[in-house]
């Protein structure tokens, strides 16, 4: 029996690892809002824990570590562009985080109000991580809101 470690970088876990490492590259210097401004690789992660522990597809726990690449690095000196997750992670994980991604230069209201008119319309990969992002973010808000919230 060849005890060889397997090497092959298209593995599952490579992929997820690489994932993981490329969202912490990238929000490296990202905090959360909260009050504890804790690391916002946390939230990608927990995205990540979120979908893979019910059971979504791997392109969606991909998406999941990847959702805000785009999104948060418009002004680092070298943005993630979706023609640059499609080369690191293939066409199909970079257009679930497509979908998945807001347009910020759209007034929040309109942003929120076009999330629930195209949910229907989205592919189950990226229905799966708006709930997992919207999860994560109401479990932050409870955990830790942002200073000078106000609750009501």
Do not use: C
């Not at 994932?19 to 690391?39: D, I, L, Q, W």
């Amino acid at each position: 029996m060849d005890t060889t470690p397997m090497r092959d970088p298209e593995r599952p876990e490579a992929r997820l690892l690489r994932a993981a490492t490329f969202a912490a590259r990238v929000h490296a210097t990202h905090k959360r809002k909260g009050a504890s401004a804790e690391p916002y690789v946390n939230h990608v992660l927990e995205v990540a824990a979120i979908l893979a522990a019910h059971g979504a597809p791997e392109e969606a726990v991909l998406a999941g570590l990847l959702h805000d690449t785009v999104e948060d690095s418009d002004k680092d000196p070298d943005p993630i562009t979706h023609e640059r997750l499609v080369a690191e992670f293939g066409e199909v994980v970079a257009g679930v985080v497509a979908e998945a991604t807001d347009d910020k230069s759209l007034p929040k209201e309109v942003r929120k109000a076009l999330q629930v008119r195209l949910a229907p319309k989205k592919t189950d990969a990226a229905k799966m991580l708006k709930l997992a992002d919207k999860i994560s973010n109401l479990r932050a808000i409870a955990a830790s809101p942002p200073a000078g919230w106000d609750h009501a």
